[in-house]
């Protein structure tokens, strides 16, 4: 079932089943890895201050409904084009990379190499000094921009399978960079 229709100036569609919404068009940003986060933020917080569900609490019960699904949205869409590793994962989907597939593909036997040498070190982390466990994390984080900074060349070029590899990349050493304890890209 496809609804579409006219909400306090903004068009609503929606499929019944069908994957959320475009998150790029919701906040009215082309398609892309490379986003103005500052913009993203000011869109959000305008969105959210015109379809909060409070704004709508004398409204009959279809409008509450919407503008509660269209805040759910806001909010998701936000948190999904807000972290670099999500935006890849969600522009991936976006231009149909089946990401099940993806994962099944190998990231390469370097890769795979440096992420099992980084993980020892990161087991051995109770026993390094604060000098060590600094440059762990900044080694952990290279690695890191190498592989987002990969991503975004591949996205621009439209080079999806190579662009999947670096998304994969990304995935484990945010998991590293977390276990760390450090958050610092």
Same mark, same amino acid.
């Given at each position: ?40 933020? =000011? /869109? ?5 201050? !015109? $379809?909060?569900? #409070?704004?709508? +609490? @004398?409204?009959? =019960? /279809? ?5 509660? !699904? $269209?805040?759910? #949205?806001?909010? +998701? @869409? ?17 231009? @149909? ?89």
């Amino acid at each position: 079932m496809w609804l579409r229709r006219e909400f306090h100036g903004l068009t609503v569609n929606a499929t019944a089943g069908a994957m959320a919404r475009d998150y790029f068009s919701l906040f009215n940003i082309e398609p892309s890895f490379t986003i103005d986060e500052i913009a993203l933020e =000011q /869109v959000y917080h305008s969105l959210l201050s !015109q $379809f909060h569900p #409070d704004r709508y +609490a @004398g409204k009959p =019960q /279809v409008e509450q409904r919407v503008a509660a !699904q $269209f805040c759910a #949205d806001i909010n +998701a @869409g936000y948190r999904t084009l807000q972290g670099e590793v999500s935006r890849a994962q969600y522009l991936l989907q976006h231009n @149909g990379i089946d990401l099940k597939a993806a994962e099944r593909e190998s990231v390469g036997a370097e890769f795979l190499m440096t992420q099992i040498l980084l993980r020892e070190r990161l087991e051995t982390m109770a026993e390094l000094d604060q000098a060590e466990h600094q440059a762990l994390v900044s080694e952990i984080n290279e690695h890191y921009g190498a592989s987002r900074d990969r991503f975004a060349a591949a996205a621009q070029q439209t080079e999806w399978q190579g662009a999947a590899r670096c998304w994969q990349e990304m995935c484990y050493l945010e998991k590293l960079v977390d276990a760390t304890g450090s958050r610092g890209r």
